[in-house]
C-alpha cells in the first residue's frame, strides 16, 4: 500500500537545471532515510543523494556542488533539485524511502524496509 511517486526530470539542456520530487503515501508509517538513485542505460542503479529523519545529507562525489537533496517531513515529501546539469547525469531517477509502517495499534515494523518508486526520465542535451 506504500507508494512513491516521483515528478519532474524531462529534458533539460546542459547547464540548465531541474528538480525532482517524490511523495510516499499509503497508511501510516515512519520514514527514516530518503534518498535519489539513478540508472543510466546500460549501467547498475547507483546512490545519488541522500537525507536523514534530522536532515543529514549525503552525496555522490559526481554530483557534489551541484545537486541538493531536501525532505519535508509533514508532507512526506523529498526533492532533488539538480543544477549544473551534464549529459553524463541523464538517467531514470529512483525516489527511495526507508520507512516503518504502522501495521496495527501500537505495533510497527521492527525495521524500517525500503520502498521505491516507478522512477523519472531526465535527459540532458548536449
Known amino acids: 500500500q506504500v507508494q512513491l511517486v516521483e515528478s519532474g526530470g524531462g529534458l533539460v539542456q546542459a547547464g540548465g537545471s531541474s528538480r525532482l520530487s517524490c511523495v510516499v503515501s499509503?497508511?501510516?508509517?515512519?520514514?527514516?532515510?530518503m534518498g535519489w538513485y539513478r540508472q543510466a542505460p546500460g549501467k547498475q542503479r547507483e546512490l545519488v543523494a541522500t537525507?536523514?529523519?534530522?536532515?543529514?545529507?549525503t552525496y555522490t562525489d559526481s554530483v557534489k556542488g551541484r545537486f541538493a537533496i531536501s525532505r519535508d517531513n509533514a508532507k512526506n515529501m523529498v526533492y532533488l533539485q539538480m543544477n549544473s546539469l551534464k549529459p553524463e547525469d541523464a538517467a531514470v531517477y529512483y525516489c527511495?524511502?526507508?520507512?516503518?509502517?504502522?501495521?496495527?495499534?501500537?505495533?510497527?515494523?521492527?525495521?524500517?524496509?525500503?520502498?521505491w518508486g516507478q522512477g523519472t526520465q531526465v535527459t540532458v542535451s548536449s
Open positions: 537525507i536523514t529523519s534530522g536532515g543529514s545529507t
Open positions: 499509503g497508511g501510516t508509517f515512519n520514514i527514516n532515510a
Open positions: 527511495n524511502a526507508n520507512l516503518r509502517r504502522l501495521l496495527a495499534i501500537s505495533t510497527w515494523d521492527l525495521v524500517g524496509r525500503d520502498y
